[in-house]
């Protein structure tokens, strides 16, 4: 069992940045793929970026942009978000699973979310 608490959404201007947290409980954390994900109103949820065990992915609308990391000694994911868009506003949600990546299906744990809105 894993739960997710997410932190550090916001209110931010257009070019501004913020820092997600994600904390993990759990002995297990490291074995995990976690990934970020996010959903804005009206739309459905999207794959951010996620960080297995070799190897990060990133959606091509954050790339570049976006940096996911992680330390499994504190068993917390980050997600550095820069040069944010008034199109990256959503609740965004920390997620945990195994298998691809890039699919919400792989994701057996996630966390409430946090909002973060970027003003144009």
């Known amino acids: 069992q894993v739960q997710l608490v997410e932190s550090g959404g916001g209110l931010v201007q257009a070019g501004g940045s913020l820092r997600l947290s994600c904390a993990a409980s759990?002995?297990?954390?490291?074995?995990?793929?976690m990934g970020w994900f996010r959903q804005a109103p009206g739309k459905e949820r999207e794959f951010v970026a996620a960080?297995?065990?070799?190897?990060?992915y990133y959606a091509d609308s954050v790339k570049g942009r976006f940096t996911i990391s992680r330390d499994n000694a504190k068993n917390t994911v980050y997600l550095q978000m820069n040069s944010l868009k008034p199109e990256d506003t959503a609740v965004y949600y920390c997620?945990?699973?195994?298998?691809?990546?890039?699919?919400?299906?792989?994701?057996?744990?996630w966390g409430q979310g946090t909002q973060v809105t970027v003003s144009s």
């Open positions: 997620a945990a699973g195994s298998g691809a990546a890039l699919s919400p299906r792989s994701y057996g744990y």
């Open positions: 759990g002995r297990t954390f490291s074995s995990y793929t």
């Open positions: 960080h297995t065990w070799t190897t990060l």
